[in-house]
């Protein structure tokens, strides 16, 4: 059985993955949320592991995010299927193409 190729073997590294970008146009959004809806749903509380406590989050709808979004956990991003959790001192940015980056702290306070 022939191992998976490597597409940092043939294209030059990760995250460079051959192929057209996609072209959203003006105006494309997620259409989960209504237009013009406001990201930060509001706070609940949850636990963290970091603290080792329960603690207030912030609570965000993913499909409201906009590319250029900045988030700072501790933070909950919300969608139908799934919940992305950006820690304490961690954040996340929503790049051109609608995909939630995460930034993990690195350190003693990570």
């Known amino acids: 059985m022939r191992p998976p190729a490597n597409l940092a073997d043939k294209h030059g590294g990760?995250?460079?993955i051959p192929g057209p970008t996609p072209q959203m146009g003006d105006g494309y959004q997620l259409d989960q949320s209504a237009p013009?809806?406001?990201a930060l749903k509001?706070?609940?509380t949850a636990f963290d592991p970091s603290a080792g406590?329960?603690?207030e989050w912030d609570v965000y709808d993913r499909?409201?995010?906009k590319p250029g979004d900045r988030l700072t956990g501790p933070a909950l991003v919300e969608?139908?299927?799934s919940t992305c959790v950006i820690g304490a001192g961690d954040s996340?940015?929503?790049d051109d193409r609608y995909n939630l980056i995460?930034?993990?702290a690195e350190g003693e306070d990570a």
Request: glycine share 16%.
């Open 63 to 65: 499909y409201a995010l």
């Open 102 to 104: 995460a930034e993990i």
């Open 36 to 38: 013009g809806g406001e």
């Open 14 to 16: 990760p995250g460079e």
């Open 92 to 94: 996340a940015l929503v």
């Open 79 to 81: 969608e139908t299927e």
């Open 53 to 55: 406590s329960i603690i």
């Open 42 to 44: 509001g706070t609940r």
